[in-house]
């Protein structure tokens, strides 16, 4: 059981948007900022967002961070193919004074 | 260009212990936190916790207090990973990661990946 709560699986058509939602609480998503990883099968994460909402070099702008409260969302627009994979959020825990991450998002591209 | 090279696989008996490193490159070696992380066949993510390559110290999930270690050898720029009394829960691949912001937030780069099988 994961700290922080995602949805095993979302799907969505090539071109369209999707949203992957990350829920936690005041000891975590709220207090701390969140970053967002994407992993394919195989292979190591890749960092697409940090500090909530920011993209380093090299990420496309397709990808979007955001948080409300306890709750972060990672946005992707005019999704290709290529963006399955599974998606994981993750913060600072104060109360655990330890990292957490969510249990990881599945993408489909029908 | 950053580079983590991690070692490679391992099979332990339970009850062994097992040390993983990760080599770093093409950065100031002591500038940067590394995390490690584990993740359990066909499972998500697991943070096992944060070493200082610059001072020295760490910090340990609360999981794994008791039976981790992370040290470093600032004259290799390698951190490495100790984990002891395994049982077949601690199958997983462990990964090193940078932390470019030292701020739990921005693990930018990582290693390829070290899978450990704890097996009798």
């Known amino acids: 059981q994961s700290v922080l709560t995602q949805p095993p699986s979302v799907s969505a058509a090539p071109g369209q948007k999707v949203t992957i939602s990350c829920s936690g609480s005041s000891s975590n998503i709220e207090a701390n900022y969140v970053s967002w990883y994407q992993q394919f099968a195989g292979t190591a994460p890749k960092l697409l967002i940090y500090d909530d909402d920011k993209r380093p070099s090299g990420i496309p702008d397709r990808f979007s961070g955001s948080k409300s409260g306890t709750s972060a969302t990672l946005g992707i627009t005019g999704l290709q193919t290529g963006d399955e994979a599974v998606y994981y959020c993750?913060?600072?825990?104060?109360?655990?004074?330890?990292?957490?991450f969510g249990g990881g998002t599945k993408l489909t591209v029908l | 260009q950053v580079h983590l090279v991690q070692s490679g696989a391992e099979v332990k008996k339970p009850g062994a212990s097992v040390k993983v490193s990760c080599k770093a490159s093409g950065y100031t070696f002591a500038n940067h936190f590394i995390h490690w992380v584990r993740q359990a066949p066909g499972q998500g993510l697991e943070w096992m916790g944060i070493?200082?390559?610059?001072?020295?110290?760490?910090t340990y999930a609360q999981k794994f207090q008791g039976r981790i270690s992370m040290t470093g050898d600032t004259s290799t720029s390698t951190v490495y990973m100790e984990l002891s009394s395994l049982t077949s829960d601690d199958t997983a691949v462990y990964f090193c990661?940078?932390?470019?912001?030292?701020?739990?937030?921005?693990?930018?780069?990582w290693g390829q990946g070290t899978l450990v099988t704890v097996s009798s």
């Open positions: 990661a940078r932390d470019y912001l030292n701020s739990w937030n921005n693990f930018d780069n």
């Open positions: 993750g913060t600072w825990d104060s109360g655990l004074s330890g990292g957490v």
């Open positions: 070493f200082n390559p610059g001072g020295g110290a760490a």
